[in-house]
């Protein structure tokens, strides 16, 4: 009876969590953040002159893996953006939106399982557009992956 009742709890728990399959092949990703003890942001200026600290970035900690993972969200996503102009988003949710995007909102815990090459090159390549959620400040940003992804020759 007890085995029963846990291979039904690990069936119902990995049917809830999204795959790796899944994330791999999506090309906009949500993060969750909620600052928490492996969870951290830092207000950042990178330009010469200080204007306001508008850029960010957010450092997730995956604890049994041992694997540190970063984000920046900075005026302009890249050279292109920043020629044509285009600010890198950010933009106030609301629960209606949570809702909306529940598919595509993803927990870095939940990636414990898998090498950081996975991580780093399958699922936040620079070919996808990566979105932090802080739940904190109910605001979304558009941010560039500042994970290391190994080539192979």
Known sequence: MR???FVILFLSFSSYSQNYDYI??????????KEGKNEKKFDVETRITANN???KIFQFYIKNSMINLNFEHAKYKNL?????????EKKKINK????????LIISISSLKYYAYEQIACNIFSQLKVI????????TIYE???????????
């Not at 791999?24 to 953040?33: R, W």
């Not at 209606?96 to 598919?103: P, V």
């Not at 941010?143 to 020759?153: A, G, K, L, R, T």
């Open 96 to 103: 209606k939106f949570l809702k909306e995007k529940k598919n």
């Open 3 to 5: 085995n029963i009742f």
């Open 80 to 88: 292109e953006k920043k020629n044509s102009n285009i600010i890198s």
């Open 24 to 33: 791999k092949k999506l090309d906009t990703i949500y993060i969750k953040f």
């Open 143 to 153: 941010v560039n992956s500042m994970n290391y992804c190994p080539s192979i020759e």
């Open 131 to 138: 979105y932090i959620i802080d739940y904190n400040e109910k």
């Open 53 to 55: 600290f508008g850029e």
